[in-house]
C-alpha cells in the first residue's frame, strides 16, 4: 500500500471515528440522575435527605445528608444529629426531632409465600 492510499484510507475513515464519538455510553447513569431530578422528585426543595450512614467498630456513628458528611453531635444548618442506626438518622433543632430514613417509602415486610420443595 503505497502512502497515497494510506492517506486516502485515513481520510475516508473519520467520518467513521466521528460518528463512533457520538454513540452514547451504555454505562452512563440517564441524565435526569446527573442532573438530580431523581433526589429532587423523592424530596421536596430545601428538604434533608438521608443518603448514608457509617456505622463501625471503633468509629465515630456518622450520616450523610444532603451530600454532606456529619459526625455524630455535628451540625446541619441549625440542627444536631444525635443518633444513628441502620437505617436512619434523627437530628434535634429548635422545633425538635426530626427522624431521616434511609427508604422513606420502604417498608421491610416478610416473604409471602413459602419456598417451593425441592423435587427428587
Known amino acids: 500500500m503505497t502512502l497515497g492510499h494510506a492517506l486516502a484510507f485515513a481520510l475516508a475513515a473519520l467520518p467513521l471515528f466521528a460518528q463512533a464519538n457520538a454513540l452514547r455510553d451504555p454505562t452512563r447513569p440517564p441524565e435526569a440522575m446527573l442532573n438530580g431530578a ?6 421536596p426543595a ?29 451540625r446541619v444548618g441549625d440542627t ?30 416478610g416473604a409471602t409465600r413459602p419456598l417451593p420443595e425441592t423435587h427428587r
Do not use: M, Y
Not at 431523581?38 to 424530596?43: I, K, L
Not at 430545601?46 to 455535628?74: D, H, K, N, T
Open 38 to 43: 431523581a433526589s429532587a422528585a423523592s424530596a
Open 80 to 109: 444536631r444529629l444525635v443518633r444513628v442506626t441502620e437505617r436512619s438518622a434523627v437530628l434535634q433543632g429548635p422545633n425538635g426531632q426530626t427522624t431521616l430514613a434511609l427508604t422513606p417509602d420502604a417498608t421491610k415486610q
Open 46 to 74: 430545601g428538604a434533608l435527605q438521608l443518603q448514608s450512614v457509617l456505622l463501625g467498630a471503633g468509629r465515630r456513628p456518622a450520616a450523610v445528608i444532603s451530600g454532606e458528611l456529619v459526625l455524630l453531635g455535628g
